[in-house]
């Protein structure tokens, strides 16, 4: 056999089983942006390499290993994107947004990429929804995006989430806090893996999203963040947790959260499904206020979150997945002689906007029902000599096994109530 084409490693193609699943999603999170006052943004699937080194950070996981970067024709560095805030922010400032309104909400659904090690919940290109807020300094805001999310999270099914939040304060908060936690750790610094060993100096808070056991342990007495933040930040920090609990929204602290990236202010937060294993990050964000200066704005605060849809679809139960509540309609053709009906019959449906289905492929009656089966009809219509000269046909409703006969004339209004 000649070698044929697959997807490349860590991608994937999404089939009409999927698709159907995947565009319910997409319906609820506009609906609900819509709702909340957020406005769609789709930025290109590329752009300048310089965009994520400067506000991402050059010593991220993101940059220094996992971005797809490639040189075009003009030898311009190009990057696909590895997240998605970083150009909503480049296309805030190039257009000016600030000019619209004090605030300017923002979402995206859209694909990403990342050359990660693949494995269950984990690819090299993935999708993701976030939304931004733009303008606002004060906890409220912060509220609102979680509050946001967990909203968009209940009415999409998604079961035993978990929402975890930190501060990890301005930024001179953040300098005494890193003295600290260097001072802690350089003890400890034989113990510690090569990668943390190098953080150690460079970025120490990095540290704190450890996944190896040994530091964890070490880290559970490590001094506590919130010991340094400032009167400012720490009235944001409680103000934050004073207006979730007000809506209601549940979460915990979790001293070491700290995000990977180097455009976090104060808040950030993050939404786990201990369910998923290994891979149990679903959605994660918080405030950047320095970022749209940091890419050539003006300072302006914002805050933000993202969401992984595969994980998110990895977390929907399996009972939720087929949700049909319109008809699906398999017009079933017992002879030749009724076949020009079936297909004048089957279109009138769809021009009405029945989802309907005939065969083709000219099979019998018992392989159609399974083909009916196979497409999750809910009524079967069979139309054969019989009816024919009778103008009527039988519709049977394939989950109760009910059949009636219908005329042709009203079989129309029977879908489809005027
Ligand atoms: P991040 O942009 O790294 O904060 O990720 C936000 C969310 O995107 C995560 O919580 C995951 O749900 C999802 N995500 C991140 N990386 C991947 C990946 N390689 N494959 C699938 N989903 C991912």
């Excluded at 400890?188 to 953080?199: H, V």
């Excluded at 998923?276 to 918080?286: S, T, V, Y």
Aim: net charge positive.
């Amino acid at each position: 056999m000649k070698n044929s084409f697959k997807t490349i490693k860590g991608t994937k193609d999404i089939l009409p089983i999927e698709s159907q699943q995947w565009r319910e999603l997409e319906n609820n999170i506009h609906n609900i942006m819509k709702n909340w006052g957020y406005g769609e943004i789709r930025t290109p699937i590329f752009e300048s390499t310089g965009l994520f080194e400067r506000s991402v950070g050059t010593d991220s996981d993101i940059v220094s290993k996992q971005m797809y970067t490639f040189m075009d024709q003009s030898k311009t560095s190009l990057t696909l994107r590895p997240e998605l805030t970083a150009p909503v922010m480049r296309a805030y400032v190039q257009h000016n947004m600030e000019r619209e309104g004090a605030m300017t909400k923002l979402y995206y659904i859209d694909s990403l990429f990342r050359q990660e090690r693949p494995q269950a919940g984990r690819l090299r290109q993935f999708n993701q929804f976030g939304a931004e807020a733009i303008g606002s300094p004060n906890a409220e805001q912060d509220a609102e995006v979680i509050s946001l999310l967990c909203n968009l999270l209940d009415k999409l099914n998604v079961k035993n989430y978990e929402l975890v939040i930190n501060s990890i304060g301005s930024a001179s908060s953040r300098k005494l806090y890193r003295t600290a936690l260097i001072n802690f750790l350089s003890p400890f610094k034989n113990d510690l893996s090569n990668i943390s060993k190098k953080r150690l100096s460079e970025n120490p808070l990095r540290i704190l999203d450890t996944k190896d056991e040994k530091e964890i342990s070490i880290l559970s007495s490590a001094p506590d963040i919130m010991d340094f933040l400032n009167g400012e930040d720490l009235k944001h920090f409680e103000d934050l947790k004073k207006i979730l609990s007000q809506l209601g929204v549940s979460y915990k602290r979790d001293k070491n959260l700290v995000r990977g990236l180097d455009y976090y202010t104060k808040t950030t937060f993050e939404i786990i499904n201990n369910n998923l294993g290994g891979q149990n990050a679903l959605c994660g964000g918080g405030r950047y206020d320095k970022l749209v200066e940091k890419i050539g704005g003006k300072s302006t605060p914002a805050v933000g979150f993202a969401a992984g849809i595969e994980r998110i679809l990895l977390s929907i139960g399996k009972e939720n997945k087929i949700n049909h509540n319109k008809p699906i309609i398999y017009i079933v053709c017992t002879t030749n002689n009724t076949r020009n009906t079936v297909i004048n019959l089957a279109d009138k449906f769809r021009k009405n906007g029945l989802s309907t289905h005939f065969d083709t492929l000219r099979r019998s009656v018992k392989a159609q029902l399974r083909e009916a089966n196979r497409l999750f009809s809910t009524h079967a219509i069979f139309l054969g000599d019989e009816e024919l000269p009778k103008e009527s046909a039988n519709v049977k409703d394939l989950d109760s096994g009910e059949q009636v006969s219908i005329l042709l004339k009203d079989i129309l209004s029977h879908f489809k109530p005027k």
